[in-house]
């Protein structure tokens, strides 16, 4: 089951955000847009006539039915954008803004826990940003406090689409779960889709594998070798600090032989006061049937 957007309440209130009180609506004023589109500086900012190309976004929940064996429900959380457009991985590259996602207006839930599909790397005048393109579908688990009891599933996202320009957003989206709901085919085969997308953790004989990452230059950046699912398989890099408030360039391709790819990762974007020695970097490798994570200490 699919439950769409909860309409022009949050809409109005990020009209008003950026545009210092603005009409309410369900579309960004063109004002709203240009001021949103210099502050973040995300796409280069082109003439007004885009404003009327702007796709409205639209969030929804997806569910497959009632509560899953373990206790927990499984839906999926999407965002749907216009052709053409992108919006943001959990760490975002040179630009973007990543999407923030809030459940406390949730009722009867003790957890919601979401899962990143794997993303690819664009390059842009902007630089290189990390992305999904027009839509996109988290996996979503949602533990109740009262598993006898329904479940209200209240979703606020923010989150960036960009374009020629890129725009701040935040949607919103509820569903009401009951613990005895009849599954449901179409949203499990939706579910199913991206769950398999995510990365999941390395382990022996799994490719694409690190198979080693060398300081260099004193520790300032780090030679990480892959190998890849086959020689003509696709294989990628991202590189996430212990925290979001890490902003790690994004690896380097140096070189592909084979299967066999070397990456140059550069340690920077590191929080003031934050030592880089000892801090662990997830690495998450993308290409082929399956993405996996791996996590390494930098020296």
């Not at 990452?213 to 212990?242: H, K």
């Amino acid at each position: 089951m699919i439950f769409k957007g909860a309409g022009d309440k949050v809409r109005a209130n990020r009209t008003d955000a950026m545009a210092g009180g603005a009409p309410a609506g369900g579309r960004l004023g063109r004002t709203a847009i240009f001021a949103a589109a210099l502050a973040f500086g995300a796409c280069a900012v082109a003439a007004p006539a885009w404003a009327e190309r702007i796709p409205d976004p639209a969030v929804a929940l997806v569910s497959d039915g009632g509560i899953q064996a373990d206790g927990t429900y499984r839906l999926g959380l999407e965002i749907t954008l216009g052709p053409g457009w992108k919006t943001y991985w959990r760490q975002p590259g040179d630009s973007g803004i990543p999407p923030r996602f809030d459940f406390s207006g949730s009722g009867n839930v003790a957890a919601a826990d979401i899962a990143f599909p794997a993303p690819e790397r664009v390059s842009d005048p902007a630089g290189e940003s990390i992305v999904y393109r027009d839509r996109v579908l988290f996996p979503l688990a949602v533990t109740p406090v009262d598993p006898a009891a329904p479940v209200r599933v209240l979703a606020e996202v923010s989150f960036g689409f960009c374009r020629e320009v890129c725009i701040p957003a935040t949607e919103s989206a509820w569903a009401v779960l009951s613990p005895a709901a009849p599954a449901d085919p179409a949203g499990a085969a939706l579910i199913d889709a991206a769950s398999a997308e995510v990365p999941v953790p390395e382990s022996p004989g799994l490719l694409p594998r690190v198979v080693g990452m060398t300081a260099e230059e004193g520790g300032a950046s780090y030679r990480i070798e892959l190998e890849a699912e086959s020689a003509v398989a696709p294989l990628d890099l991202f590189a996430e600090g212990p925290d979001e408030t890490w902003r790690l360039p994004q690896p380097d391709l140096v070189s592909r032989d084979g299967a066999t790819a070397v990456f140059r990762l550069a340690v920077g974007g590191v929080p003031a006061g934050a030592d880089a020695a000892g801090a662990a970097v997830r690495l998450t490798l993308v290409g082929g049937e399956q993405a996996v994570e791996a996590v390494r200490t930098l020296d």
